[in-house]
């Protein structure tokens, strides 16, 4: 070890938010895709469940949800509902995970003990969300092209609407997924308080299920949350526009996925504010 | 600047009715090694963990590195190192990448390289944390506290669960970062190691500060007074003296024999150590009253 006394050496600043912040991310990365559970659970699972459907429910081709509507692969349906699953994935759930397990396991306290600002402790697990929820999108359009033929759109309007319904989603899944972290008071109990909530919302917000066929009062419950309006901006982005008649109001109603999507984040980045410790309680 | 790493002053702390630090006063100088020691629940590690700047006191006044903890910011936080109990380790990663993470967060750290072979991982270095044996992942928790160049280390129990070897190597390690002129607070249960490596020591119990001195005076003189111990008509007896030998001689005299089992003995550091938690489970009230009241009116002051 270099004999430097510390304190003969005073003044260095901190290294700033941003510099910190894009070092976290790239250690929350490594980290991410070390995890065999997480890549599977959060990442490929929106992935291997279009799969699924295309192959369990693809065998008799394509299928008509109503007879004045064209025909579409079951991969086609599905497309939009997987990649709001894997907003909810990547964003609340794994975010909802991972802070409670370090919460619990000291790791939130040690970093608590260090001079990393909270700021770049949040920009780490945010850029984290980002760069692999942008992966797992891009993973799900290759495999719903290549694999199973699904035709992408070509508009540019179309992709405007999924870049800022994937940004705005996305963002209002981490914040909440952080707020959530306080729940779970074990890392054993943060799965099992987690999932089941992200499993509910999937069945009843249009992923797992057509969201047309599900009774009114079911629909009326699912647009409280932010994924059922998560899936109908990635419907209006990937299904032709005559299947707007089959959206409540018969349109794709963009504004009211804008307006729920922005009412999501604020609550959740006041929520995560409230809610965030480093450790989880001081007397 | 100042000449104290660390001041304590009446520092008090209740968890809802209960109080868990009730009045204790000290100092730790700059380079200067310092051991708490006290039983589990005693009021050490509440007494660590505020001047950590983890848990708000209650009343009194704490300075550390001429700063409130309560205030402390990051750039207050990267003059500190803390080696925490036990604390979750990202398995994931290896020794160099957690060690790097670290790195970064401090405006002047440590050689990473260099860090890993003072603790002595150079072979573990690109090995999984999850994959190492419990000592060595408390050498990794020695090395993350390090990492940062500290002028003042915080150490929970370092070293339990390690060999007797291993023990050496981190006392080793602990006298380089003395020599580097670390201010060091050492909390643990092994008085071997206190005697090791402090300069000074505290013995907390009951809440309360119950000595504080050089390990070599700790308790007092009354603390060290040799112990003669007999046996008379089938009876123990035992008598401390500051004049064994004459006391001995005596005995010797009175019973006009060879003293049956006659032993002369000066009671160890943990015989000392006992004594003190003893005397502080039996009689809650001993010493440190007067000194806690004075601090009292002094922390409303403050406050």
Redesign the interface.
Known sequence: ?????????PG????GVL??GI??TR?EI??YF??GDTVFFTFLFPVFMLALFSVAFGGDGDIRLAPELPAISMAGIHLPGMLAAGLLLSGFQNLAVDIAS?R????L??L??????PVAYFAGKIGQVAVTGTLQAALLLAVAAFAFGVDLPAEPERWLTFTWVFALGITAAALLGVAVSALPRTAKSATAVIVPIALVLQFISGVFLTFSQLPDWLQDIASVFPLKWMAQGMRAVFLPDAFAVLERGEGWNLLSVLLALAIWLVAGLVAARLTFR??RR?? | MDTHAVQVTGLRKTYGGRTAVDGITFEIARGETFALLGPNGAGKSTTVEILEGYRRRSGGDVRVLGVDPGDGGLDWKARLGIVLQSTGQAGLVTVREQLRQFAGFYPRPRDVDGVIAAVGLQRQADTRIAKLSGGQQRRVDVALGVIGRPELLFLDEPTTGFDPQARREFWDLIRTLQADGTTIVLTTHYLDEAAQLADRAAVIAGGRLRAIGTLDRLGGPEARVPIVRWRESGVARAERTDRPLAFANALSARLGTEPEQLEIVRPSLEDIYLDLVEDAATSPDLGAADSAEADLSKAEDVR
């Open positions: 070890m270099t004999a430097v006394t510390a304190a003969a050496l260095a600043a901190v290294p510099r910190t070092h976290r250690f490594l980290q070390r995890a370090e619990s396991d000291g790791t306290k040690r608590g003990g260090t001079p990393l600002s480093w450790i001081d007397a």
